[in-house]
């Protein structure tokens, strides 16, 4: 790792050597507020709630279906029978006329897809709130884990300082 590290920097290897220092871990401190930080950018959670979104877009898209459509249409252009003529001022058409279209009956296939758009929006919602609270899950177990690492780290350093003091015993003796 020294002769990895002497090439990164562009010494010799023969001339760079670091000081052995003895290993003491410390674990990271955790932010007060690093499990909801960490939730507001888990990905997973950010497309559950897009889905939710969508599927809320979406009841807006069926509820339209209830209204007529209104649509304004515009058209131009040359007709004409001979090529000659083709650019004189009688053979120029123009249409502009609005249209109005409403579905008179539909049999309930309407107010069912918008009951169905509600139900998907129901399934999202229930995915989202599930999708949260599993990663609410995932940071505690984390939380937990870390705070599990520093008490057997503790642990550890008094072993390797009751061992240190069975040595020096020993070697006294």
Do not use: C
Not at 23 to 43: F, H, N, Q, T
């Amino acid at each position: 790792m020294e002769h990895a590290i002497a090439l990164l920097i562009g010494k010799p290897a023969s001339v760079f050597s670091l000081a052995a220092a003895p290993y003491k871990p410390v674990l990271p401190a955790v932010p007060v507020g690093l499990p909801s930080g960490l939730l507001e950018r888990m990905p997973d959670i950010a497309a559950a709630e897009r889905r939710v979104a969508a599927a809320n877009a979406q009841i807006g898209v069926a509820k339209a279906a209830f209204f007529p459509r209104i649509t304004l249409s515009l058209l131009g252009g040359y007709e004409s029978g001979d090529l000659s003529k083709w650019l004189t001022w009688p053979s120029h058409f123009w249409s502009l006329g609005p249209a109005l279209a409403q579905t008179l009956f539909a049999g309930g296939s309407i107010k069912a897809l918008t009951d169905q758009t509600r139900a998907a929006y129901d399934g999202a919602v229930a995915s989202y709130r599930q999708t949260v609270l599993t990663g609410f899950q995932e940071v505690e177990d984390n939380l937990a884990a870390l705070r599990i690492l520093e008490e057997e780290a503790l642990v550890q350093a008094a072993a390797v300082k009751a061992a240190q003091q069975l040595l020096t015993v020993t070697m006294n003796q």
